[in-house]
């Protein structure tokens, strides 16, 4: 079994910065990508920015130049710092990976439980 638990939401205020962390364990043999998508109420989950191994990176429009992912290798961790948030941002955010348990299994993919966002003044 592989679970991620995810950190760091909460309330910010608008043009606040938060910092996202989302660790994977269990029987990880490689991770493919590790990202973030969020959802709004009445709207469809989207991505947010995810990051692949090899260390190229998909970004939303919506949060380009304020959003940055990184991911520590060692310890399965992605991370996402969001800048200059606005109320448009709020939202529950959740954590993606996509992963082998051994050589031959084909790549997996996990959700987190998700994190609330809430920009408000």
């Known amino acids: 079994q592989v679970q991620l638990v995810e950190s760091g939401g909460g309330l910010v205020q608008p043009g606040g910065s938060l910092r996202l962390s989302c660790a994977a364990s269990g029987s990880i043999f490689s991770i493919n990508a590790m990202g973030w998508y969020r959802q709004a109420p009445g709207k469809q989950r989207e991505l947010v920015v995810r990051?692949?191994?090899?260390?190229?990176?998909d970004y939303a429009d919506s949060v380009k130049g304020r959003g940055s992912i990184s991911m520590d290798n060692a310890k399965n961790t992605v991370y996402l710092q969001m800048n200059d948030l606005k109320p448009e941002d709020t939202a529950v955010y959740y954590c993606n990976v996509w992963f082998r348990t051994n050589y031959y299994t084909p790549v997996s993919e996990r959700w987190g439980q998700g994190t609330q966002v809430t920009v408000s003044s």
């Open positions: 990051v692949r191994v090899s260390g190229t990176t």
